[in-house]
Every structure is written in C-alpha cells, then in structure tokens.
C-alpha cells in the first residue's frame, strides 16, 4: 500500500501537531534542498552530455585517513568492543581533552565531568533543547544558519529568535540588537563559527562579549564547531572554551564529520560546562545507547594526530584561492574565507542586456538550470549563494580543470552587482 493509501487512515490523523498535525505532508511549498535536487535532475535530463558540477555538497570529498580506517578495522574485530557505550569510553573523553589542550589551548578540560561523547552534532543539537526548553522557552539562533537547535526548540514548545548575520557585521550576530525583554527570557544562544553557511570566524573579542552578554542575561551558550579545526591563511583554531569565563556560560560542540573526513561514521563531543555536560548525559542517555566502541577508539586515534586535520585544511585552502579568484575574475566581490569549506558570496543582481535575478534562490537556479553548477542559496539576510570547496576532485590538476570549467561556462555573460 502506499503513503496516500495511508493518508486516507486514522494515522493521519495522529499526527504531532509539531510536524504538521492531520495535514502532515500535505504541504505543497517546495522546500529549497527539494527545488535543488529537482533543478538537478531536471538540468542533468535537458544536457545530458554536460558534467553537473557540484559545489552544494555539504560534506568531504575524501574516505577518512588510512590510519583511522586501521585502527577501526583492528577495534571492530575485537570482542570486548562489542556491546553498548552508552555515555561513552574514557579513552574517546581523555582524547578529546587532549585535543582542545593541543589544538585550540583549552588547557582546563576534565575528561571525567567535561567531554562527553555525541553521535554527531546534529544529535546533540537535538537533544539539548530537552535539557533546557520548557513550553514558551526561547533559544536565539542566528540567520542564515544551521536550524536543528531551533527547530527542536519548538517541537518542545519553545520559541525561536532568529538574529540575522549581516555581511556588514563581519557575519557577527549584533548582541545589542536582541531586545532586552527577548534577552531576559531567552534559555539558549546557538553560535556557529566557523559558519556554515557564510564561512566567517569569530574573535576572541567576540566571544568574550558573547561570555559577558551571556552572564548579564543568565542565558546558556551553545557553540557548534565543527569547522573548528579547518583555518587557513595563518589563523589558530578558535574554540570557545578558550575565552574566560565560557565555562560558566556553556558548551562547544565539536565533530570528526568535517575536520577527519568522517561524516557517515557520526562522532564528536559536548565539551565544557560540567553542570550541563551532565544533562546532556542524562538526555542523551535516554535517546541512544552510545557509539560503536570500535569508532570511539578510532576516532580517539585520529584527535591525536591533528596533523590529518591540517592536510585537509591545505587542500581547502588552495581550493578556496582558486575558486575566489575565478569568481572575482568575473566580477564577484568573493573573499576567502578564513576558515571552514564555504564559500559564499552576493548573487549577482543580473545579467548585462538580459534577465534580472530577484534572489540568491533566483540565481542559484540559474547556475544550475542554465551552468549545471550546483550551489546553495541563502536569502534569510541579503541575496547569497554558498559554494563548497568539497567538490569532487582527485588531486590539483583535477581542482584546476573543475574551478576553469566554471570560470569558462559563466564567461559568456557579464554579471551586474
Ligand atoms: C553548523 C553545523 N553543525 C552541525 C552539523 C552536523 O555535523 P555532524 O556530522 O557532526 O552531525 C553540520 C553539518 O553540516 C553543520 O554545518
């Protein structure tokens, strides 16, 4: 039977208004990751013989180190490995704590009460809401920007209060723009940085003003990191934790997705406040049974080799020079980002002589109809398109080809900002 066979049943019916109560999937918006996946085929079906370039994709190009794929291959064979985690081994949270110590000079970290082990971020991004939000709760997140927090918050019943990320802030939410009564009642703030999707970092002013903002208002900070690890151009890895006082305020999110190659494997940690890496235990404890010991141990092996980190990050990089200065050489106002693979730049207004674009989401159509070149558009604050240096590529001269390829199709107009 199939899934409108079923609409027609009492399980419609049952539906959780959070998701859309009786009228669940009835929707007919045509949500952006949709209209980019039906672009795609659509543009893949019209030229069939032209390569789909990809720079949407969100996620490495690249296995994870022959070194990590080892030692999980030599963990997974052994029997004492096998059963649940649950909140996780002390090897992965000593590990952990080593790394925020080597790699971001976070020094203070007890592995025991401080790190806790995540299947991802994305879960831990969903789970901790339940720690904090009660129905009418607020969690400020920032716009454009990775929804799961929020999007939990308000299937508890809370309320989200989104700040926008503008360029002229150095994509930095204005903390004075919160009004005081929103500031008052709020529970949670999600930061990212580096951000997806607008590829800024933070400072440290920043987040000493994040630290100060946070204690006058008692509001808990949640810092997503999962591009931490991936800077360019001579600037430190950045956490949180490294500011005084962020303990007190909150915890910082960290992931192997992104800076070990390792999305599909899921494992990272909540480091930081003990106080709410203890709640987060207790919730997480009642949502999974831990990750495989075996990944928990490979993924121990890889935060002791940054190193691996630092390889990828040299690829990214020279991506990224050659993709910004492509773009700049067609009149973009492209600038590098100083950390994390996105890219993202001010869709172009129009073309000379021709079609206007009303939107980031406009233009993105574009590309991918008229180019077949994929990309993400964003338009929560100003027009905007995110290009992701994880586009398949084996080696330089590949990279080279790829980057000329899109400097050539988007040569035969002139674009007007
Ligand atoms: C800002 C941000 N947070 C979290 C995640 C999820 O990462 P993970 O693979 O660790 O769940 C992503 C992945 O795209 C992300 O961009």
Redo the contacts with the bound molecule.
């Keep these: 039977m199939s899934v409108e066979h079923y609409q027609n049943t009492y399980i419609q019916n049952n539906f959780a208004d959070r998701i859309g109560g009786a009228n669940y999937g009835k929707d007919t918006n045509i949500y952006k990751f949709e209209k980019i996946k039906r672009a795609k085929a659509a543009a893949k079906k019209d030229f069939p013989d032209i390569e789909l370039i990809d720079m949407g994709v ?2 490495p190009d690249e296995m994870a180190d022959a070194g990590i794929v080892a030692k999980l291959a030599e963990e997974a064979a052994k029997e004492e490995n096998r059963g649940y985690a649950d909140n996780g081994i002390a090897e992965f949270k000593e590990a952990a704590a080593k790394y925020l110590k080597d790699v971001f000079n976070v020094a203070d970290i007890n592995p025991e009460t401080e790190v806790l082990h ?1 299947i ?6 969903a789970m901790l809401p339940s720690a904090f939000i009660n129905p009418g709760d607020i969690t400020i997140m920032t716009i454009p ?2 929804p ?1 927090l929020g999007t939990h918050t308000k299937y508890l019943g809370g309320q989200v209060y989104n700040v926008e990320l503008k360029k002229e802030n150095n994509f930095l939410p204005d903390l004075s723009s919160i009004p005081e009564d929103i500031a008052h009642k709020a529970k949670l703030l999600y930061l ?1 940085y580096p ?2 999707p607008t590829g800024a970092s933070a400072t440290p002013h920043f987040f000493a003003e994040v630290v100060a903002w946070a204690k006058k208002y008692n509001v808990v900070v949640i810092h ?1 990191a ?2 931490a690890a991936l800077t360019y151009d001579g600037l430190k890895p950045l956490s949180f934790l490294s500011v005084r006082g962020a303990k007190d305020v909150g915890v910082e ?1 960290h ?4 800076s070990y190659n390792m ?1 599909g494997w ?1 494992i ?1 940690f909540v480091a930081g406040n003990p106080l709410i890496v203890k709640a987060f235990g207790d919730v997480k404890d009642n949502n999974d049974s831990g990750q495989f010991i075996a990944i928990q141990k490979a993924a121990a092996y890889g935060l002791a080799h940054p190193e691996i980190t630092e390889a990828i990050a040299a690829k990214y990089s020279r991506r990224h020079n050659l993709l910004v200065d492509a773009l700049n050489s067609l009149g973009f106002k492209a600038t590098k980002p100083k950390g994390s693979f996105f890219m993202y730049v001010e869709a172009p207004k129009g073309i000379k002589g021709g079609r206007r674009f009303e939107s980031g989401e406009d233009f993105s159509q574009y590309l991918i109809r008229e180019k077949l070149i994929s990309t993400v558009p964003w338009d929560d604050a100003g027009a905007f398109v995110r290009f992701s240096v994880t586009f398949i590529a084996k080696g330089e001269e590949e990279e080279l080809r790829v980057i000329s390829e899109i400097k050539r199709r988007l040569s035969d107009v002139e674009f007007e900002f």
């Excluded at 991802?120 to 991004?125: C, F």
């Excluded at 992931?255 to 992104?258: A, E, F, Q, R």
């Design positions: 969100g996620e995540s991802g971020s994305k879960p831990a991004l920007g990775y799961v990212n951000n997806n997503d999962p591009y999110l992931s192997l997705s992104k999305t899921r990272g």
